[in-house]
């Protein structure tokens, strides 16, 4: 049987917030990313297969992904 390679890992998006390192095709750890509403979650799953022909969406899902966070985490 083959041995899968190890996963290269990345800080969480929510750095310097969030300490977790996240695979590398994760943006963000488990319980950030479920303080992501469904909606840009979509969003940052769709601009994300195409960032390459539209970086800039990308960038900016992300960025409401991470404001999305930093709001739920302020009701807290």
Known sequence: ????PDP?????AM????EQMVPIDHLM????WALVPSGIK???NLTYR???ADWEAY??????A??????????V
Do not use: L
């Not at 290269?8 to 969480?12: D, R, S």
């Not at 750890?29 to 950030?32: G, L, M, N, Q, S």
């Not at 960038?59 to 409401?64: G, H, L």
């Open 42 to 44: 979509s969003r940052v």
């Open 50 to 52: 195409r960032r390459s």
């Open 66 to 75: 991470k404001a999305a966070v930093r709001r739920a985490r302020a009701r």
């Open 8 to 12: 290269i890992y990345h800080p969480c």
């Open 59 to 64: 960038r900016d899902t992300v960025r409401d």
């Open 29 to 32: 750890c488990r319980p950030d």
């Open 1 to 4: 049987m083959r041995k899968r």
């Open 15 to 18: 750095t310097p917030d969030c």
